[in-house]
């Protein structure tokens, strides 16, 4: 049960999903919550897409993606190339989940993340580079910096977890990184086959 809408504002356009199941679900199996609780299990999206930035075909492109427990937030730029040279994006995202892969089950069975109040704080900024597709072969690659922090339900950094063990590599409040990502992919389509042979290093 939800809605959408889409919205135009001269060249750019809106568009907005909203999910109530959660929300309304909440309200009739767990007890009576706060107003600000129940809003907060609303599920929805909202995107922004823009052609022509400035006026010379740059795009831009904002999405925020709000789950009952976790957020994501990312905002991609590409400038415009000619075909024969390779594509540049850059990209600015972050993201709030809930940490339940090495922390075990929760103790309470209504805490709705499963985290036991750890969470995953993830920022990365970089820019995303895709080579000119020939007729079977892609190739993209992306470098990023990624700062990563644990954090509780109320937002503060935190550096151990309930038994005392560590949450980061480093055993500081975060984690900072530089990725790399080489993605090349193959793909032969034939009237009656499809082969694709993805590689990623």
Not at 78 to 85: G, I, K, N, T
Not at 156 to 162: E, N, W
Request: charged share 20%; proline share 5%.
């Amino acid at each position: 049960m939800g809605a959408q809408q889409s919205v135009n504002a001269g060249k750019a356009k809106v568009d907005l999903q909203v999910d109530l199941t959660h929300m309304l679900c909440e309200a009739l199996l767990l007890p009576p919550l706060s107003s600000s609780a129940t809003i907060s299990q609303i599920v929805g999206r909202i995107s922004l897409k823009h052609p022509s930035l400035f006026g010379r075909s740059e795009k831009l492109d904002v999405i925020l993606d709000k789950g009952v427990n976790d957020s994501n937030v990312v905002v991609a730029f590409r400038r415009p190339r000619p075909e024969w040279l390779s594509q540049q994006s850059f990209v600015i995202q972050h993201s709030m989940t809930p940490e339940i892969a090495v922390h075990g089950f929760p103790a309470d069975n209504f805490t709705r993340s499963g985290s036991r109040g750890v969470n995953l704080s993830r920022l990365s900024l970089g820019v995303e580079i895709n080579e000119p597709t020939t007729s079977k072969w892609t190739s993209g690659t992306s470098v990023k910096f990624e700062h990563i922090r644990p954090v509780n339900n109320d937002g503060r950094s935190i550096a151990r977890d309930h038994e005392g063990f560590p949450l980061t590599c480093s055993g500081n409040l975060h984690d900072n990184m530089i990725i790399l990502k080489q993605e090349s992919g193959y793909a032969d389509v034939k009237d009656n086959s499809f082969l694709r042979f993805p590689m990623t290093g």
